[in-house]
């Protein structure tokens, strides 16, 4: 059974940083492509970052703030957010194959003075 559990959201300044994590089970993040998708009220969902074929894809909002990692000794990802910004404020998930179909319960990042 595929599965991921998010976590480390949180509450932060503008300006700050959180460090996501996304647990897998039933699938290899070594062999899979993963990624993080946000959502938030009343925006479209964006792909934030996308592990495919050896590649890491960022939104393009995104580029030189978030990093994703992943530990394949934990079957683990990880994304690394600086520079927080308020815009960056939604429920982030991870997903096998980078797909909404896969996601999680998802972990909420609130960023705001």
């Known amino acids: 059974q595929v599965q991921t559990v998010e976590s480390g959201g949180g509450l932060v300044q503008p300006g700050g940083s959180l460090r996501l994590s996304c647990v897998a089970s039933g699938f290899t993040v070594a062999d899979s492509a993963i990624g993080w998708i946000r959502q938030a009220p009343g925006k479209e969902r964006e792909e934030v970052s996308c592990?495919?074929?050896?590649?890491?894809s960022y939104l393009d909002s995104v580029k030189g703030r978030f990093t994703f990692s992943r530990d394949n000794a934990k079957n683990t990802v990880y994304l690394q957010m600086n520079n927080l910004k308020p815009e960056d404020t939604a429920v982030y998930y991870c997903?096998?194959?980078?797909?909404?179909?896969?996601r999680g319960q998802g972990t909420q990042v609130t960023v705001s003075p």
């Open positions: 592990f495919r074929d050896g590649t890491t």
């Open positions: 997903g096998m194959d980078c797909a909404w179909l896969w």
